[in-house]
């Protein structure tokens, strides 16, 4: 795609559905929060408010617990930003099982969106080719008329994550956790250049336009990668609180993707040009037995890919990345259907980084966990922030998105005494 063109499209406007601007980068917008106990907690990775603190996208989290559970999270959002329409969506956002092996270890399995898009773009004001420079009869009367045209693109499918995740209690106070993912998934480009013809009023201003001729070009993108994560939770003995440290890394392979275009036989393969990786710290500090408070930072390096493969030329921002969050328990003292519910709030805050350009990207969180019958949780967690960016003449993006999970627990696979 011509990058000039691509650049224009930004600058007259845009009407598309997506669930964020930051779809206009690489694959698509990475998503990397599944947990709505997590969301609520300052948009966490490392801790949650479920029971025991099992974390879903943290794999040494899980072998604190000592059940099989089953976990799903869907997510509602809203977008709205200056030259756009108000932008909804819903997705299908985390699914995993999980189940204990032994006393000290524990196994899950999982699946999960990585990064996304779902968008439809349009210009928003037509380009004119004058008569003088127009080489097209719409009238076939022997002289060259008028035209105008646009540009339309559209864009579905993503990356998905296929992982297990291994955690193993190593003592009381130390677990480690290995996740490994396969990555996968296509994606449909659509673009068209569209041509109208041009009617004029009695004044000679323009009247009308008609779609008299369109060009379509259509693109398939196969993706393929594996990716590996592990992190260490340990703990502080003899500390009148209880209180967790974690440190991560993780990284994916380049990633390959077969490009199929115009349904053709031909495919072309390509490599990112170099690998995706993670890094991050973070603490949990509880004050007393009913509430604390979290940080967490993160530094994501995305992938740099040859700019044909990605959207609109443009690789996927890196990113660094703060989190704080406090929360409170109230215990229920009745025998009732639920055990306690907490409350949590966060703040974050994100920095954006692609060719010195910059995105700035800070919210405010909520959470509301309820405990129920011994070890279910019930989770919904809300944030909304503002996107502010250097990129395309794009400011102030307003986002609010409400996340639900639901995590089931059973006695399977080990028989345990309460």
């Keep these: 795609m011509n990058k000039r063109i691509s650049i224009l499209i930004i600058f007259f406007g845009l009407i598309f559905g997506q669930n964020s601007l930051l779809s206009l980068y690489g694959f698509g917008e990475h998503i990397n929060s599944y947990d709505a106990s997590s969301i609520g907690l300052g948009d966490s990775k490392f801790f949650s408010l479920n029971y025991n603190g099992l974390a879903l996208s943290s794999p040494s989290s899980l072998s604190k617990n000592d059940l099989s559970f089953l976990s799903m999270t869907t997510n509602f959002s809203k977008i709205e930003a200056k030259k756009l329409d108000e932008l909804n969506s819903n997705i299908f956002h985390f699914l995993s099982y999980a189940f204990p092996v032994s006393n000290k270890t524990y196994f899950s399995i ?7 898009t779902n968008m439809y773009i349009e210009e928003a004001q037509y380009n004119i080719y004058g008569a003088d420079e127009s080489p097209v009869d719409t009238n076939y009367d022997g002289v060259n008329d008028a035209v105008a045209y646009k540009n339309t693109y559209d864009f579905i499918g993503g990356v998905s994550e296929f992982h297990i995740s291994f955690s193993n209690k190593i003592s009381d106070h130390i677990y480690f956790g290995l996740k490994v993912g396969r990555l996968f998934g296509t994606s449909k480009r659509d673009y068209s250049l569209n041509f109208y013809s041009i009617t004029f009023d009695q004044n000679g201003n323009f009247n009308a336009y008609n779609l008299f001729s369109s060009q379509n070009t259509q693109d398939i993108h196969k993706y393929s990668s594996i990716n590996y994560n592990f992190d260490l939770r340990f703990s502080i003995p003899h500390l009148d609180n209880e ?64 700019a044909n493969i990605n959207l609109f030329n443009n690789d996927y921002p890196d990113m660094l990345s703060y989190h704080f969050g406090v929360f409170n328990t109230v215990e229920n003292s009745k025998k009732s259907f639920w055990n306690s519910s907490i409350i949590s709030a966060g703040l974050y805050f994100k920095d954006y980084t692609l060719n010195n350009n910059k995105i700035k990207d800070f919210g405010l969180t909520l959470g509301l966990g309820i405990k129920y019958l011994k070890r279910n949780t019930f ?40």
């Excluded at 209180?243 to 275009?261: A, L, P, R, W």
């Excluded at 710290?281 to 408070?293: E, L, S, T, V, W």
């Excluded at 990129?391 to 080990?414: A, C, N, P, Q, V």
């Design 243 to 306: 209180n967790e440290f974690v440190v991560m890394y993780g990284e994916s392979d380049q990633m390959k993707v077969e490009i199929n275009s115009d349904l053709s036989d031909a495919i072309q393969t390509f490599y990112s040009t170099n690998i995706m990786s993670e890094n991050g710290f973070g603490f949990k500090i509880n004050r007393n037995k009913n509430n604390g408070f979290i940080f967490e930072y993160h530094n994501l390096k995305s992938f740099e890919s040859p």
């Design 110 to 116: 999982g699946l999960n969106p990585l990064f996304r």
């Design 379 to 418: 989770n919904v967690g809300f944030k909304m922030g503002k996107r502010e960016s250097d990129f395309y003449d794009m400011h102030d993006e307003k986002y609010f998105k409400l996340y639900i999970t639901l995590i089931s627990t059973e006695k399977w696979f080990i028989n345990r005494k309460e």
